[in-house]
């Protein structure tokens, strides 16, 4: 949560937390499941296999504030003008960050 800048808007300990990001335009809610079976991105021709992005200005800060914070991150890769790189949550799911 901290680590990419979540704040704490909720919290039903041990079984769900809601966060916010910057101005409350992105919320999420986490709630704790039993026999999570992870979903495959469908393949497709543009190499697109991550469900969620989060947009930064900056991507070389972000990807040197995740790694100082120790995150499961790949390297910065372009993308047709578009920069961006991995992170993994501690499940393994994974997410990108780009610019």
């Known amino acids: 949560m901290d680590m990419l800048g979540f704040e704490l808007v909720h919290e039903d300990e041990p079984d769900a937390y809601t966060m916010k990001l910057g101005d409350r335009r992105v919320m999420i809610c986490l709630v704790k499941c039993e026999q999570i079976e992870q979903p495959r991105f469908p393949k497709n021709n543009y190499a697109v296999?991550?469900?969620?992005?989060?947009?930064?200005?900056?991507?070389?800060?972000?990807?040197?504030?995740?790694?100082?914070?120790?995150?499961?991150?790949?390297?910065?890769?372009?993308?047709?003008?578009?920069?961006?790189?991995?992170?993994?949550?501690?499940?393994?799911?994974?997410?990108?960050?780009?610019?």
């Open 49 to 99: 296999d991550v469900y969620y992005n989060f947009h930064t200005d900056n991507v070389d800060a972000a990807y040197e504030d995740l790694l100082k914070k120790g995150a499961n991150i790949g390297e910065i890769q372009n993308y047709d003008g578009i920069r961006g790189f991995d992170v993994r949550d501690p499940d393994g799911n994974r997410f990108g960050v780009v610019t």
